[in-house]
């Protein structure tokens, strides 16, 4: 059985994007909908950051990444639950789905909590002769990111403050998850954001099986 593991990181909640709804849910509604039309017998897992948010690592979480599986401790194995949690969601996973929108020029920090606890040395990649090496299987990714004024893509007079798209996938491609695939709506505090959606929506229909 196929596993989609969704992640969303929006402070904003599912519904209509008209009353001021998540961009980013609604499109990764369509996309996940698509997943599941190619594949009916697929189980879908979900994250959502925001209502479950994801507590930030402390010294402890830190410690337990870096000390010998033998010497860890039951504080330490407390502090690293959650790390390893998620570690194996993401690794049991078949295709990821990653949405998130921009908040000042980067990821919500709902998201960022999540990262730093999956990028984890040992588990997720591993320093060695001075090189970094992705740890987990490759596997297709999908990544949802929506951004509130235009600009941001193709070399725009934004682009520079765009530390979502490229941190996101740099981290990803880091871990090993190479095969990614992005889908990008901007302007969605625009007048014409529900066009922009409607196009977004399509080329997850030209891109996406079946």
Known sequence: MTTILRID????????????????????D???SRLIADDPNAKVVTRDLTAQPIPHI??????????????????????????????????????????SPIYNFSVPSALKAWVDQ????????AYEDGQFRG????????????????????????AAFDYLRPYLTHVLSFIGLRSQEVFTVENTTGP???????????????????
Not at 64 to 72: E, F, L, R, S, V
Not at 118 to 125: D, H, K, P
Not at 135 to 158: E, F, K, T
Not at 203 to 208: A, E, F, M, T
């Open 192 to 210: 014409d954001a529900m066009e922009r959606l409607a196009i977004v929506k399509a080329q997850i229909d030209g891109r996406v099986a079946p």
């Open 30 to 32: 369509h996309l996940v």
């Open 58 to 99: 402390a010294a402890e979480t830190i410690t337990g990444y870096y000390t010998d599986p033998a010497q860890m401790t039951p504080e330490l194995f407390e502090a690293t639950a959650m790390s390893d949690e998620l570690i194996e969601e993401l690794s049991s996973a078949d295709i990821i789905v990653l949405s």
């Open 135 to 158: 740890l987990l299987a490759d596997r297709p990714v999908y990544l949802v990111l929506s951004y509130g004024a235009a600009g941001y893509g193709n070399d725009g007079p934004l």
């Open 118 to 125: 999956i990028v984890r040395g040992g588990r997720t990649f």
């Open 9 to 28: 990181s929006s402070s904003r909640p599912a519904g209509q994007t008209t009353d001021g709804a998540s961009f980013t849910r609604s499109i990764t």
